[in-house]
């Protein structure tokens, strides 16, 4: 079947970038940029329900999912990204430590 392999958990090549830019952008709408909320949590359903009817893919869905979830809630991950696993949930857990640590006032680096 044409499309990305998404059989593993592994996060390689274009996926890899989806994956950073659909983190990056939530975690901006969720500390300095909260007046783009709206276009990017949009952004994201367009492409997990993309993702749904071409490869019928889960496991992008699921973060994709997690990540609107994150949105939603203001920035509360309880009861979030649970399902994750692999690359996937490693990139959950990153987003949500960084989200924690800039809403302390503490720099990621």
């Known amino acids: 079947m044409w499309g ?3 059989e593993q958990d592994k996060i390689e090549g274009d996926d890899l970038e989806l994956v950073r830019s659909m983190c990056t952008n939530t975690l901006a709408v969720l500390t ?3 007046e ?10 367009k492409g997990r ?6 490869w019928s893919e889960q496991k ?10 994150l949105i939603d809630a203001d920035g509360d991950p309880r009861g979030l990204g649970e ?3 692999g690359d996937y949930r490693k990139a ?18």
């Open 4 to 6: 990305p392999n998404y």
């Open 32 to 34: 300095n940029s909260p």
């Open 36 to 45: 783009h909320r709206k276009a990017i949590r949009s952004d994201l359903v």
């Open 49 to 54: 329900d993309a993702l749904r009817q071409l």
């Open 60 to 69: 992008m869905t699921a973060l994709a999912d997690a990540l609107i979830g």
């Open 83 to 85: 399902n994750l696993k």
């Open 92 to 109: 959950w857990q990153t987003v949500t430590a960084a989200l924690a640590r800039l809403r302390s006032g503490r720099p990621l680096i």
